[in-house]
């Protein structure tokens, strides 16, 4: 056989013929989605300062960090429950690349202190939540894993610096607050029990007196970032009565003052599914020391804000983990030679592509609001604050369970190659299902929406006419897509409220926050396209929330053969990189 022949015959099989990754992106450089909505949401200083911050995490993360990501998941953490001499001391080795991973997050870009203290990244103040957000969304696009310890210690820094003793801030922030490795302390928080995992208040953990401080006995059983030097957790003051109410708030740490190990043990590391980077565990509590955290019968109250901090970052890294299925999946579609042309130009893929590119678009919408109310609701403005008990259930409950469909779908795109573990898709279907676990279910955050944040402080309102006044500041909205948005917004909201009011429609209540979340991510995509179109820039999220309103609010026959050939003109204008001029997008809205 010739050498022209064997060249004939393996040529089909070469490299070039496998579709290829993001790898080697700038995942800030390439998503004009988050510029976009930085430079309508972000104070313009602010956004001349971190753009150089931005842009470098944005290589690091399409780098050098998902490099690391795929190492530290094949090598996860080792727990050694003893030392050479037979102490138990029990300790986690990780491997270098997770180490190297922990020194960008917390070293180099101050994830974990940035929002807590002045001069992370050269701030004059703290960081506000709109840049410490995107910082965790960029990231998360390279390493899932790494940004629960990450979020974990943000937000006990949080509960310390605002429940905490003026003495145990002074003992504790600056070292939870520093970037030197060699001073650092990293924070987590220890709260599901065996009997008390959503159901918080059948917490088993015994707090016992001593002296001014406190002993705690007991198990924590789903325990992440399980050798943290602090631990903020909730345990019940001996004699205090059952349920939320009689819980107490405290802070354990690793090692005493004096260097020796407190009175815990780590009994196990789980064999978890996905987050294989980052060790979670099983606690044994045998006479732990601990300060209390704030008043002890308020426990409870206070680890709240924690939650609702943790339930915010998880919607960021929903949406962060969509961001990174839909490029993979773009990468794919635009590359992979199939039935004589690019498998972009097919219907059924563009079809199954801009599935993936609505949820995704909604859950950056979502981020860039939610963290701008936050940072008006941390100014003191109550408007907002009422805004926030509703957005962050809201946005952990829907962004977490599409990016499960997201994850799916885009590993679908790259085939049987995307079921391999030599490509991110995998891991991303791993990692994405444990957004609907941790910091409640999808229950359990559809229940916090309808049952409390619209039945008992009635936010849906706030809500509905925020979203109204967004509508009517856009004059470039056409009138008729207006009037439907606006109808559609008050129908939503008003469902809730009916749920809420009738307990036998519990059962409805995700149908509620579903509506709810898609009725206000129409209306803000609606409102952004308009906004940046009008400025001269790319109007195509009117497209997008043409897209959310006929496919996730709208009834419709599906044996029905439809006329939409509004939705094809939408699909050439979107699948494409280039900006989307705002006549052309107000026209299709209402084609």
Same mark, same amino acid.
């Given at each position: 056989?010739?050498?022209?022949?064997?060249?004939?015959?393996?040529?089909?099989?070469?490299?070039?013929?496998?579709?290829?990754?993001?790898?080697?992106?700038?995942?800030?450089?390439?998503?004009?989605?988050?510029?976009?909505?930085?430079?309508?949401?972000?104070?313009?200083?602010?956004?001349?300062?971190?753009?150089?911050?931005?842009?470098?995490?944005?290589?690091?993360?399409?780098?050098?960090?998902?490099?690391?990501?795929?190492?530290?998941?094949?090598?996860?953490?080792?727990?050694?429950?003893?030392?050479?001499?037979?102490?138990?001391?029990?300790?986690?080795?990780?491997?270098?690349?997770?180490?190297?991973? !922990?020194?960008?997050?917390?070293?180099?870009?101050?994830?974990?202190?940035?929002? =807590?203290?002045?001069?992370?990244?050269?701030?004059?103040?703290?960081?506000?939540?709109?840049?410490?957000?995107?910082? %965790?969304?960029?990231?998360?696009?390279?390493?899932?894993?790494?940004?629960?310890?990450?979020?974990?210690?943000?937000?006990?820094?949080?509960?310390?610096?605002?429940?905490?003793?003026?003495?145990?801030?002074?003992?504790?922030?600056? @070292?939870?607050?520093? %970037?030197?490795?060699?001073?650092?302390?990293?924070?987590?928080?220890?709260?599901?029990?065996?009997?008390?995992?959503?159901?918080?208040?059948?917490?088993?953990?015994?707090?016992?007196?001593?002296?001014?401080?406190?002993?705690? =006995?007991?198990?924590?059983?789903?325990?992440?970032?399980?050798?943290?030097?602090?631990?903020?957790?909730?345990?019940?003051? !001996?004699?205090?009565?059952?349920?939320?109410?009689?819980?107490?708030?405290?802070?354990?740490?690793?090692?005493?003052?004096?260097?020796?190990?407190?009175?815990?043990?780590?009994?196990?590391?789980?064999?978890?599914?996905?987050? @294989?980077?980052?060790?979670?565990?099983?606690?044994?509590? $045998?006479?732990?020391?601990?300060?209390?955290?704030?008043?002890?019968?308020?426990?409870?109250?206070?680890?709240?804000?924690?939650?609702?901090?943790?339930?915010?970052?998880?919607?960021?890294?929903?949406?962060?983990?969509?961001?990174?299925?839909?490029?993979? &999946?773009?990468?794919?579609?635009?590359?992979?030679?199939?039935?004589?042309?690019?498998?972009?130009?097919?219907?059924?893929?563009?079809?199954?592509?801009?599935?993936?590119?609505?949820?995704? $678009? %909604?859950?950056?919408?979502?981020?860039?609001?939610?963290?701008?109310?936050?940072?008006?609701?941390?100014?003191?403005?109550?408007?907002?604050?009422?805004?926030?008990?509703?957005?962050?259930?809201?946005?952990?409950?829907?962004?977490?369970?599409?990016?499960?469909?997201?994850?799916?779908?885009?590993?679908?795109?790259?085939?049987?190659?995307?079921?391999? $573990?030599?490509?991110?898709?995998?891991?991303?279907?791993?990692?994405? %299902?444990?957004?609907?676990?941790?910091?409640?279910?999808?229950?359990?955050?559809?229940?916090?929406?309808?049952?409390?944040?619209?039945?008992?402080?009635?936010?849906?309102?706030?809500?509905?006419?925020?979203? =109204?006044?967004?509508? &009517?500041?856009?004059?470039?909205?056409?009138?008729?897509?207006?009037?439907?948005?606006?109808?559609?917004?008050?129908?939503?909201?008003?469902?809730?409220?009916?749920?809420?009011?009738?307990?036998?429609?519990?059962? @409805?209540?995700?149908? &509620?926050?579903?509506?709810?979340?898609?009725?206000?991510?129409?209306?803000?995509?609606?409102?952004?396209? &308009?906004?940046?179109?009008?400025?001269?820039?790319?109007?195509?999220?009117?497209?997008?929330?043409?897209?959310?309103?006929? =496919?996730?609010?709208?009834?419709?026959?599906?044996?029905?053969? @439809?006329?939409?050939?509004?939705?094809?003109?939408?699909?050439?204008?979107?699948?494409?990189?280039?900006?989307?001029?705002?006549?052309?997008?107000?026209?299709?809205?209402?084609?």
């Amino acid at each position: 056989m010739s050498a022209a022949d064997r060249a004939e015959i393996t040529e089909p099989h070469q490299p070039d013929n496998i579709a290829p990754d993001c790898r080697g992106m700038n995942f800030y450089e390439v998503d004009r989605g988050l510029r976009d909505l930085l430079g309508l949401y972000m104070d313009p200083a602010l956004l001349e300062h971190m753009a150089p911050h931005f842009d470098r995490l944005g290589e690091l993360a399409g780098g050098r960090l998902d490099e690391l990501a795929a190492i530290a998941d094949r090598h996860p953490p080792v727990l050694h429950a003893r030392d050479r001499f037979g102490r138990d001391e029990d300790w986690i080795e990780y491997h270098p690349a997770y180490r190297e991973m !922990e020194r960008i997050a917390y070293s180099d870009f101050g994830l974990h202190a940035a929002s =807590h203290r002045t001069g992370v990244l050269g701030l004059e103040t703290p960081m506000p939540p709109i840049a410490k957000y995107a910082l %965790q969304y960029l990231f998360v696009q390279g390493e899932f894993g790494l940004m629960c310890p990450v979020s974990v210690s943000d937000t006990s820094n949080y509960i310390v610096g605002k429940y905490g003793s003026d003495a145990l801030k002074e003992k504790l922030l600056p @070292r939870l607050l520093s %970037q030197d490795p060699g001073v650092m302390w990293k924070g987590t928080q220890f709260m599901t029990e065996k009997m008390g995992g959503s159901d918080v208040g059948a917490i088993e953990t015994v707090a016992r007196r001593d002296g001014e401080n406190w002993r705690l =006995h007991g198990e924590k059983w789903f325990c992440s970032h399980t050798d943290a030097d602090l631990a903020v957790l909730l345990a019940r003051p !001996e004699g205090a009565p059952e349920g939320t109410r009689g819980l107490g708030l405290f802070a354990m740490p690793r090692r005493l003052e004096d260097g020796s190990r407190n009175s815990y043990r780590i009994a196990r590391l789980k064999d978890k599914m996905g987050t @294989r980077s980052m060790a979670s565990g099983e606690i044994r509590l $045998e006479g732990a020391f601990a300060w209390q955290i704030g008043d002890v019968e308020n426990g409870f109250k206070q680890m709240m804000d924690q939650v609702n901090l943790s339930r915010l970052s998880h919607g960021v890294r929903a949406a962060a983990m969509m961001r990174r299925c839909l490029n993979e &999946a773009m990468q794919v579609a635009r590359h992979r030679i199939a039935f004589g042309g690019p498998i972009v130009n097919l219907p059924l893929m563009r079809r199954q592509l801009l599935k993936l590119m609505v949820p995704t $678009e %909604q859950a950056l919408s979502f981020y860039a609001f939610t963290v701008q109310v936050m940072g008006a609701a941390n100014d003191g403005d109550a408007t907002a604050e009422t805004l926030l008990r509703i957005l962050t259930p809201l946005y952990k409950f829907r962004a977490c369970r599409d990016n499960l469909a997201v994850a799916t779908g885009a590993m679908e795109v790259r085939g049987g190659n995307g079921y391999i $573990e030599d490509w991110v898709n995998a891991r991303l279907v791993r990692d994405a %299902q444990i957004g609907v676990l941790w910091e409640g279910t999808s229950n359990i955050n559809a229940l916090d929406v309808v049952t409390r944040a619209v039945g008992k402080v009635r936010a849906h309102e706030a809500l509905a006419d925020t979203l =109204h006044d967004c509508l &009517a500041q856009a004059d470039a909205i056409p009138g008729q897509f207006r009037t439907r948005l606006d109808g559609l917004v008050d129908r939503a909201a008003a469902f809730a409220a009916d749920v809420a009011a009738d307990p036998a429609q519990e059962k @409805r209540c995700r149908l &509620a926050a579903g509506a709810l979340y898609n009725a206000a991510s129409a209306a803000l995509l609606a409102w952004e396209g &308009a906004r940046t179109g009008a400025a001269g820039g790319d109007a195509r999220r009117l497209l997008l929330s043409r897209l959310v309103v006929e =496919h996730r609010l709208s009834a419709a026959d599906p044996m029905a053969v @439809r006329d939409d050939a509004w939705e094809e003109r939408a699909a050439d204008l979107l699948l494409d990189d280039r900006p989307v001029p705002l006549d052309l997008a107000t026209e299709i809205a209402v084609a």
